[in-house]
């Protein structure tokens, strides 16, 4: 199934994109993706539900899964070369613009994620210690752009990697790091088996009819530290079950 969802992804990501209070469990709600109790892999990861709802420019991602949510973080891989990153992600067919990247480079996708080895939120401090640099494995948000890239294997997809000497639009909160890749500050919320994460979008944004998935995957710094710097390495679970972004923000 791996490859077939990479494969979903890369020809999404190949296709231009244009815009078009909590409310409780994602399994519950009405229009949510529905998808099946898998039986194998790591309950943490494996989507129930998800669901997406709006009150004017802001917007609540929910993720039912079948354990605990955020319960698994990543294994060290000791240094930034092939250092492994676990997430939960919710693709959208907001344009990359909407968050302040270049248009038409690729998939937009909000993204909760864990990466003990490296941190790539330097205006935040998620375990309140004092210390910007030392939290990446707290669970954290990202926007990312998603594009195909065949160095990361057959169909497979990178976040997208900003060329030497490149100066594309890229938000205001961007990290530093050479991809298309922002760290706003939202917070994750972990409840038993679900997660919920609420963003803010600019009022010039159109939000309604915005259409969603969701998507649980992992993914793994190069180990050269070289173009592409970040590559989706495993899908483990997809709510729709063929990305078809049947979820709808109205």
Not at 32 to 58: E, M, N, P, V, Y
Not at 70 to 75: H, K, N
Request: hydrophobic share 40%; net charge negative.
């Amino acid at each position: 199934m791996t490859r077939t969802i990479l494969s979903t992804l890369a020809v999404l990501a190949a296709t231009p994109l244009w815009a078009g209070g909590d409310h409780g469990s994602a399994l519950h709600q009405q229009g949510a993706i529905l998808s099946d109790k898998a039986s194998g892999g790591s309950a943490s990861f494996d989507i129930l539900a998800a669901h997406a709802h709006r009150t004017g420019q802001t917007i609540t991602f929910h993720m039912t899964t079948a354990g605990t949510a955020g319960a698994e973080t990543p294994t060290p891989a000791g240094d930034l070369a092939g250092a492994p990153v676990l997430s939960y992600v919710w693709p959208v067919t907001l344009g990359p613009e909407a968050v302040g990247f270049e248009p038409e480079t690729g998939i937009l996708a909000l993204a909760a994620t864990s990466h003990p080895d490296f941190d790539d939120t330097p205006l935040y401090d998620e375990n309140n210690d004092g210390d910007l640099t030392n939290d990446g494995a707290d669970w954290h948000s990202h926007w990312v752009v998603l594009t195909p890239n065949d160095a990361c294997g057959d169909g497979a997809l990178s976040v997208r990697d900003i060329p030497e000497g490149a100066t594309p639009a890229l938000p205001a909160t961007w990290p530093g790091l050479p991809l298309f890749i922002d760290s706003p500050g939202f917070t994750p919320v972990f409840d038993g088996a679900e997660i919920s994460l609420t963003v803010a979008l600019p009022q010039s944004v159109s939000v309604s009819g915005t259409r969603y998935d969701g998507v649980t995957a992992a993914l793994r710094v190069n180990a050269n530290i070289h173009a592409p710097l970040l590559c989706v390495t495993d899908v483990f679970d997809v709510a729709s079950g063929d990305l078809s972004l049947p979820g709808r923000i109205d």
